[in-house]
T-cell receptor, first 114, second 109 residues
């Protein structure tokens, strides 16, 4: 089975621009979660989608949004980029079956905001 | 306030040493995860625990629900174990994860 894929792997944007990141989960996985990782804050939860519905959202401003498509692929969007949005954005998928929500992580998208 | 605390932050060990990384949390949880992150960013899920103990190769993870504490042990450590180890908890309420700040492990040959 192919693993979780994320595109693009690297991205450079300037302040004020917007960006869309993509995540393709492992085949059969219906849950996709997004995380932001920075040296100062570590890993932080952004949001989680299951069957096209947002199940939970972390403490991030409304500039951060996401969606999930019927094939479980997910996108996250950040509008009006700020310097502090520079981070590694990770997505993870899980089968979300009873008793197991092991997360399988993608390689991440490294976003640099100049 | 951090819901998850890890110790130590940094750890250097000689090859072959027994290593323990600790994780304490303050919320009721449905599961605790141990993650491994190698340089370059890739994260691998090592264990998911809701009670007791799990073993995989040289890695052992334990959890004490009453004390809200988990440990990750590495026996006969090897330089390839060098990575950041992150503890994450899934609370009973809500569906998000809370993460520890990670323990950076370096194993010297």
């Amino acid at each position: 089975k192919a693993g979780v894929t994320q595109t693009p792997r690297y991205l450079i944007k300037t302040r004020g621009q917007q960006v869309t990141l993509s995540c393709s989960p492992i085949s059969g996985h219906r849950s996709v979660s997004w995380y932001q990782q920075t040296p100062g804050q570590g890993l932080q939860f952004l949001f989680e989608y299951f069957s096209e519905t947002q199940r939970n959202k972390g403490n991030f401003p409304g500039r951060f949004s996401g969606r999930q498509f019927s094939n479980s692929r997910s996108e996250m969007n950040v509008s009006t980029l700020e310097l502090g949005d520079s981070a590694l954005y990770l997505c993870a998928s899980s089968a979300w079956t009873s008793g197991s929500d092991t997360q399988y992580f993608g390689p991440g998208t490294r976003l640099t905001v100049l | 306030k951090n819901e998850v605390e890890q110790s130590p932050q940094n750890l250097t060990a000689q090859e072959g040493e027994f290593i323990t990384i600790n994780c304490s949390y303050s919320v009721g949880i449905s599961a605790l995860h141990w993650l491994q992150q190698h340089p370059g960013g890739g994260i691998v899920s090592l264990f998911m625990l809701s009670s007791g103990k799990k073993k995989h190769g040289r890695l052992i993870a334990t959890i004490n629900i009453q004390e809200k504490h988990s440990s990750l042990h590495i026996t006969a450590s090897h330089p390839r174990d060098s990575a950041v180890y992150i503890c994450a908890v899934r609370p009973n309420t809500g569906n998000q994860f809370y993460f520890g700040t990670g323990t950076s492990l370096t194993v010297i040959p």
